[in-house]
């Protein structure tokens, strides 16, 4: 299977391409990675920022590694996104996913994506607004493909969130979105499953599993997070820890048995930034090494 990772490890800790290159395909034996926008943000002047590109590029090129898609990082899921109560709000998350795209096609990436965004309390709360956020968000969707298209990329992944004013966060919102862009989308919407999300106990109850979502979304799923957690948080421990729930034996059972099994499979495990280096390069290195086995 296709085992590759998120770079959200190195922010903060290994900003330059050319180490997080050469620790990525010399000391992890990988050569794929998605690469985050923590690391390189679409807003910043294009100078500076085509020239971050060029290095990454490079770096990649240089030790063989496919950059697979662009995605969101934790500075961009914090603002409100494409569900922003306001036009001018919903206007710049426009803005910044077309940013987005023209990183993603630079770097040489297929796809590019991420959550989508919040909604305010009142608007989750007001049926009517709850609504209209709805097709503002397909309509942003509809948008952003057709600007993903234009620069030359594949698709546009959708992350499914464990927040109920979030969009998706349920399997059926999953299909309701699938089914209501497939028609308009110029490039295909699919989904990103992160496998710690899929546990999250206080919205899904406690019979959620992998499983359910990968039997159940099939070939809309796209790529795949593997996250280690609990089921009470969204931690990203890493492997092995005995606090997780992911068998990721089970969630490669499951992907093979739904014919998936050449979706790509991503470690994103985001290590505290108080941290220590030398403790964070141990676990990121245990846990390609766990997935490695439970995947064969």
Not at 100 to 121: F, K, N, Q, R
Not at 122 to 144: C, F, K, M, N, P
């Amino acid at each position: 299977m296709n085992l590759g990772i998120n770079l959200c490890f190195a922010v903060k800790r290994t900003p330059e391409p050319e180490k997080w290159a050469r620790y990525v395909r010399e000391d992890l034996g990988l050569d794929t990675v998605q690469f985050t926008f923590d690391l390189l943000d679409p807003w910043w002047p294009a100078a500076q920022r085509d020239a971050l590109v060029a290095r990454t590029v490079k770096a990649a090129s240089d030790h063989g590694i496919t950059i697979h898609s662009a995605y969101g990082g934790l500075a961009h899921y914090v603002p409100a996104g494409l569900l922003d109560p306001t036009p001018e709000g919903r206007r710049i998350a426009l803005d910044f996913w077309k940013r987005a795209c023209d990183v993603a096609a630079a770097l040489g990436a297929s796809a590019v994506g991420g959550p989508l965004g919040t909604m305010s309390i009142r608007d989750s709360s007001d049926e009517a607004s709850r609504e209209q956020r709805w097709y503002d968000l397909v309509d942003g969707i509809v948008e952003i493909t057709a600007y993903a298209h234009s620069v030359g990329l594949a698709e546009f992944l959708v992350e499914p969130t464990p927040i109920a004013r979030e969009t998706p966060s349920t399997i059926q919102q999953c299909h309701e979105l699938l089914q209501t862009t497939a028609p308009l989308a110029a490039v295909p919407v699919g989904m990103l499953l992160d496998t710690g999300h899929t546990l999250f106990e206080p919205l899904y109850g406690p019979g959620a599993s992998v499983g359910q979502w990968i039997r159940e979304l099939g070939p809309a799923i796209r790529a795949v997070h593997l996250d280690n957690s609990d089921g009470q948080g969204d931690p990203h421990w890493g492997w092995p820890d005995e606090r997780g729930r992911i068998d990721v034996a089970e969630v490669g059972k499951e992907l093979r048995t739904a014919n998936l099994a050449d979706v790509p499979l991503l470690l994103e495990v985001y290590p505290r930034f108080e941290d220590s280096d030398d403790h964070v390069r141990r676990l990121i290195a245990a846990s390609v090494e766990h997935c490695r086995r439970a995947l064969a």
